[in-house]
T-cell receptor, first 113, second 113 residues
Framework: GDSVTQMEGPVTLSEEAFLTINCTYT??????LFWYVQYPGEGLQLLLK?????DKGSNKGFEATYRKETTSFHLEKGSVQVSDSAVYFC????????????FGTGTRLLVSP | EAGVTQFPSHSVIEKGQTVTLRCDPI?????LYWYRRVMGKEIKFLLH????????ESGMPNNRFLAERTGGTYSTLKVQPAELEDSGVYFC???????????FGQGTRLTVV
């Protein structure tokens, strides 16, 4: 069935370090791909998305490219800040549309000053 | 405009008791979803309402869970009787059409002891 696999955390980085959080998905159908973020005490927020192969989603300095050949959607940021500390979830659509999603297990990012 | 609101934010109940979670979607959103994250695992889809009708309840774990959306506005998710394995964070999301982004609430953390 549909699934998403992302690297386990926590990922601990110093401020201004480079971030990569790996995400791979099952290659069934033509899913849209997403990264959601949950800051402490808040709900899930859509961080970025990509709807087809080779699309690059970007927001707040984060980027992820839809790689069909490797079924991956890795999240990257060139220079993390303490305020980026959160849990990051990779997700794909189950069927057509954006709303019914299959999530990964989440990766906690801790950024220290 | 208010976002998706969930009540309560936290609930601690004893095994065998009943708990009712509530979700107030964004006004005008016909689509409402329930998801849950158990024990730090992936966030899993539970069910989908379109207005007051259950469109897809394939993710509901068993018949101890009952979701309603009377009048097509707010929704409730009742767990009766609660078991230890029901502990987790329950998320609600709402959206307009199914091809647009769904917006998530902050979640309800349920702890069954």
């Amino acid at each position: 069935g549909d699934s998403v696999t992302q690297m386990e955390g926590p990922v601990t980085l110093s401020e201004e370090a480079f971030l990569t959080i790996n995400c791979t998905y099952t290659a069934t159908g033509y899913p849209s791909l997403f990264w959601y973020v949950q800051y402490p005490g808040e709900g899930l927020q859509l961080l970025l998305k990509a709807t087809k192969a080779d699309d690059k989603g970007s927001n707040k300095g984060f980027e992820a490219t839809y790689r069909k050949e490797t079924t991956s959607f890795h999240l990257e940021k060139g220079s993390v800040q303490v305020s980026d500390s959160a849990v990051y979830f990779c997700a794909r659509t189950r069927n057509t549309g954006f709303q019914k999603l299959v999530f990964g297990t989440g990766t906690r990012l801790l950024v220290s000053p | 405009e208010a976002g998706v609101t969930q009540f309560p934010s936290h609930s601690v109940i004893e095994k065998g008791q009943t708990v009712t979670l509530r979700c107030d979607p964004i006004s005008g959103h016909d689509n409402l979803y329930w998801y849950r994250r158990v024990m730090g695992k992936e966030i899993k889809f539970l069910l989908h309402f379109v207005k007051e009708s259950k469109q897809d309840e394939s993710g509901m774990p068993n018949n101890r869970f009952l979701a309603e959306r009377t009048g097509g506005t707010y929704s409730t998710l009742k767990v009766q009787p609660a078991e230890l394995e029901d502990s987790g964070v329950y998320f609600c999301a709402s959206g307009v059409g199914t091809n647009t982004e769904a917006f998530f609430g902050q979640g309800t953390r349920l702890t069954v002891v």
